[in-house]
């Protein structure tokens, strides 16, 4: 910075030094540059790609991006003028030919390198003056980090061995690593300028984001990571060939969990969301977005009456009828079907409903209707009638006078909402596939009215697939719900029934997207045959564990690994014992101790005796880390943090424990990760006073970093060091001024505020 060295200082009031903070912040404190090593904070070792192959497929640069390493790269990539190109072509293709002439006047074989040469160089020229290539100059720079000399070493060599091994030859720039490392920073600035040329096609096959061709989509959700290299999978279902989603997966593979972190982050996009929940898991969720819990069950107000056209035609209605009565009574026998084919008819044509649509609108049959309509075939003396209709009328009559006769009665139903969940779990066990099937149709032809985009989600869908052979309704409500931006989403753990039966096998053919997450060992070469999946694919889903899951979407397959943040972990939870940490949280919270401290999860540092152990839980998804230090007390204790400086562990958190203390007193107190003091404040007298916290063991070391930071800490109005042997170093107390151990700290900072 450029001011004053006089010893006056000119930071006279804290926001004048704050305006200043900026430049402080944006330049480095060192800069150590050694030949083929930079010092910038980390350890910088640029490498320069000198030579590329011949020929490249397009992605090839894909498998050094993916290096799962600290490093950053750099392509500039700036064209050529057509007339430069064809001049310095033809002079090119001159020499060449000069070269051949000359070896064979002398009657010398030619290498076939040269005429190798010298013919792609002419179908070079012939298509840049067709106009159908370009020329461009590359440079490609790497730039391996670390944290240590050792650290950069390795990353670099482990970088220059893929690139040897993808035929680019690497090189260190040695005595240039400033402008080498200029020449990395997103700033266009090739200050290093080893260039090579090549043509258009050439540089479209550097474009290096190829990674297993997973389109991100700009309107897409965050779906997961994949698994290998973390990188964020956003995709977008209503992009995709069809908007269906299928979840496959073992009991506690985390299938419901990855719908429901789907589901919010759709509904945060503005899609409507519907939920087919059989095990009121989906309620805490729908709660939270104030949406609309409709509980469908003996009792409750809302019903549908199977027999509601629901403004389909007679014929549809038929149709799903039909399908209706194959999940209520299993596989349909012929005669079961004729019989219910006939009296389906008549119940209608008794209320008047006929094929004419203006009689559509009358009120329609109960299920009672029907029952009365098959009855009197039960007394017929022919076997191949009155078997049959004993069966229907068995099944029927627990929907008349049984345990589901709530059903029995019109539809009633107020769907009013963004988010809605139909929670049948209070339903009986028979009558639940039956009603999952119903609200599926009711659903299905409220949300065929808009063309909003929206999601059904059909939990434990399995009780619909399998029962789904011949199910043409299954199959048509699949192949259309496309058009009219709806996205069926399945979710079940009956892979089985998925590969077996036709409606699973229609639900798999018209699913763009798919998640196979951890599945049974019994059923896992099933599975492989069925999506092809490689020994990796075939690995990775058998030792997958909840979370984790292998997406395909449309062709393309990944392994991923799916996150939720603490907030949204929360509320789609459903672990017993995470729950009553939820609720035990809860309960916490309001005890109004003084010791209480208010949990924010965006602070760095918390102390572990503070914490529920949701909370911690949040902490560790979150990478914080533990570690047990002696603190200004002189009591050891156990703090998490996340540590965003480049100092050590123990550095920072003593950092943060003397703010903390400064906080006692004044709120003007700031951290520092830079070249300045790592804490400052201001005390009451307006003068700013510096703190250096030193943690190194050696003496050597510390001494030379006081010494580093001394010149700054003189233009403060008072400093101290904090220092790990106060005793040992206070031999230097003539240059370095006041030097006090840990536990002097808050009788120091005091010092200032009495
Ligand atoms: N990605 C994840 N991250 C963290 N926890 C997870 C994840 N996936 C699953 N879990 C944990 O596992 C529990 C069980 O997952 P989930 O309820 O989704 O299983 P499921 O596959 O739907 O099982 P079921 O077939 O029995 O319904 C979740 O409540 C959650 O606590
Ligand atoms: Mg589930």
Not at 88 to 107: C, F, R, S, V, W
Not at 423 to 439: E, N, Q, S, Y
Not at 634 to 653: P, Q, R
Not at 684 to 691: E, H, L, R, T, V
Request: with cysteine.
């Amino acid at each position: 910075m450029a001011k004053d060295s006089g010893e006056k200082k000119d930071q006279k009031s804290y926001l004048d030094y704050e305006d200043h903070l900026i430049e402080y912040l944006t330049s480095p404190s060192t800069i150590i540059q050694k030949p083929t090593e930079i010092e910038i904070e980390k350890h910088h070792q640029v490498i320069a790609a000198i030579n590329y192959p011949r020929v490249v497929d397009p992605g090839w640069l894909t498998r050094l991006i993916e290096m799962n390493l600290d490093f950053d790269l750099s392509m500039h990539i700036s064209p050529y003028s057509v007339g430069t190109t064809v001049a310095m072509l033809e002079n090119e293709l001159k020499k060449q030919k000069t070269d051949i002439y000359a070896l064979e006047t002398e009657g010398k074989i030619v290498p076939q390198a040269l005429i190798q040469q010298h013919e792609d160089t002419t179908s070079l020229l012939q298509l840049i003056q067709e106009g159908s290539e370009k020329m461009f100059d590359i440079s490609l720079y790497i730039d391996a980090k670390g944290f240590s000399d050792e650290d950069v070493e390795k990353t670099s060599k482990i970088i220059r061995n893929t690139m040897n091994s993808l035929m680019i030859i690497p090189k260190i720039p040695s005595y240039q690593m400033l402008p080498a490392l200029k020449s990395v920073l997103p700033v266009a600035d090739d200050q290093l300028k080893v260039l090579r040329n090549i043509t258009s096609s050439a540089a479209a096959a550097c474009f290096p984001f190829a990674i297993t061709s997973f389109e991100t989509h700009a309107t897409g959700i965050l779906i997961g990571f994949n698994a290998v290299n973390s990188i964020p999978i956003i995709i977008d279902p209503f992009e995709l060939s069809n908007p269906n989603i299928l979840v496959l997966g073992t009991s506690g593979g985390g299938k419901s969990y990855s719908i429901k972190l789907i589901l919010m982050r759709e509904f945060m996009e503005g899609v409507d969301i519907n939920v087919i929940d059989p095990q009121g898991e989906y309620t805490d969720l729908v709660k939270t977005f104030n949406g609309q819990i409709i509980k469908i069950a003996p009792g409750s107000d809302s019903v549908i009456n199977p027999f509601d056209l629901m403004d389909q035609t007679l014929d549809e209605k038929k149709l799903s009828l039909l399908a209706f009565f194959r999940v209520m009574l299993g596989e349909l026998t012929e005669p079961e079907r004729a019989i219910l084919d006939d009296t389906i008819d008549r119940t209608y044509e008794e209320k008047g409903i006929t094929k004419d649509p203006k009689s559509w609108s009358k009120e329609p049959p109960v299920l009672e209707d029907l029952y009365n309509e098959v009855m009197p075939l039960t007394r017929s003396t022919k076997e191949i009638i009155y078997r049959p209709a004993m069966a229907i009328v068995n099944t029927l009559k627990s929907y008349v006078f049984g345990p589901m006769r709530f059903m029995n009665q019109q539809t009633k139903m107020n769907l009013g909402n963004r988010m809605i969940s139909f929670d049948i779990r209070d339903a009986p066990d028979v009558g639940k596939g039956t009603l999952m099937f119903l609200i599926l149709e009711y659903v299905y032809t409220q949300m065929k009215k808009s063309k909003t985009r929206k999601m059904l989600v059909v939990d434990e869908a399995w009780t619909i697939l399998s029962s789904g052979e011949q199910s043409e309704y299954i199959l048509r409500l699949i192949k259309t719900c496309r058009k009219f931006n709806l996205s069926l989403v399945m979710i079940t753990q009956d892979v089985e029934d998925v590969l077996s039966s036709r409606a699973g096998r229609a639900v798999l053919t018209n699913t763009a997207t798919k998640m196979l997450i951890k599945q049974d060992t019994a059923i896992l070469d099933e599975i492989v045959k069925q999506f092809n999946l490689n020994d990796a694919e075939k690995r990775f889903m058998k030792i997958s564990t909840a979370g984790r899951a292998l997406l395909i979407a449309e062709t393309a397959r990944i392994p991923i690994y799916i996150q939720a943040s603490p907030e949204e972990h929360r509320i789609i939870t459903t672990r017993p014992d995470e729950m009553l940490n939820i609720v035990n949280a809860d309960i916490k919270k309001p005890a109004g101790k003084d010791t209480y401290r208010e949990f924010n999860i965006n602070l760095p540092l918390h102390r572990k005796i503070d914490l529920t152990d949701d909370q911690l839980k949040q902490l560790e998804v979150r990478e914080f880390m533990e570690l047990r230090i002696k603190t200004l007390s002189g009591e050891s204790d156990l703090f998490l943090f996340k540590n965003d400086s480049e100092d050590t562990a123990e550095h920072f958190v003593l950092q943060h424990l003397i703010l903390e203390e400064i906080r006692k007193y004044t709120n003007k107190g700031l951290i520092h990760h830079t070249r300045l003091p790592d804490v400052t404040f201001e005390a009451p007298n307006g003068k700013m006073i510096a703190i250096e916290v030193e943690t190194d063991v050696g003496l050597k070391r510390s001494l030379e970093n006081m010494e580093q930071k001394l010149n700054v800490m003189k233009k403060y109005d008072d400093y101290f060091f904090v220092v790990e042997n106060s005793s040992i170093v206070q031999d230097y107390k003539e240059k370095f001024g006041t030097m006090i151990g840990r536990t002097d700290v808050p009788a120091k900072i005091a010092s200032y505020f009495t």
